[in-house]
Structure formats: C-alpha cells, structure tokens
Nanobody, 119 residues
C-alpha cells in the first residue's frame, strides 16, 4: 500500500504563505487530497485533485489555497496563501487505494504536519 509523508508545515504570520508537500512511496493513480484538524474539532476536507487534474476545494479555502500534483514524481502539494489564524491545524495528506467516485473519500493517510498562523 502507498505510504504518504507530508512536509512544509510551520509557523507563519497572518497574511503569509506556506506550501505543503506530500510524497507518495509509489505510484498512485487515484485522487489525492488534503484535510486538516484543529484542536477540539473534527478533521475536515480542505482540497483534493484527481489524477487528471480536476480540483475540489472547501469553501473556506477557495481562492486562497491551490492543490496540484506531479504524477511522474508521485507528489502532491498544497499552496496556501493569505493565511488566517483559523487555518491553524494539523494538515494531513490523503490518497485513495482504489477508485472512489467521490473526491472527498480517502483510505490512506499521512502522519500530518502542523501549520500555525499567528495573528
């Protein structure tokens, strides 16, 4: 099964930018995604990208975050701009082990990376 490793988290001031990366241990021809979980809250969908490049975003990040993937390198990324304190969370990379019709359903998860946005 594919394993995922995130990188790129850190501390940034409000209005700043961060880029998260996700490296997959092998080829994955299905949707890749990003979720986040803030303290005391449930994990929530952030963005996803299909093998062919179609993207999906949560309303809360639309226009500020951009997700993409490099199929040749088995990597995904999440470019986060205009960050807000409410974006503070642990961010998880996710992938599908088989085809799912839904771009919001995943069964492979990375270990997570902390993103903290100070006001």
């Amino acid at each position: 099964q594919v394993q995922l490793v995130e990188s790129g988290g850190g501390l940034v001031q409000a209005g700043g930018s961060l880029r998260l990366s996700c490296a997959a241990s092998g080829s994955n021809k299905y949707t890749m995604g990003w979720f986040r979980q803030a303290p005391g809250k449930e994990r929530e969908f952030v963005a996803s990208v299909r093998w062919g490049g179609t993207t999906y975003y949560a309303d809360s990040v639309k226009g500020r975050f951009t997700t993409s993937r490099d199929n040749a390198k088995n990597t995904g990324s999440l470019q986060m701009n205009s960050l807000k304190p409410e974006d503070t969370a642990v961010y998880y990379c996710a992938a599908q082990s088989r085809y799912y019709l839904s771009p919001y359903e995943f069964d492979i998860w990375g270990q997570g990376t902390q993103v903290t946005v100070s006001s």
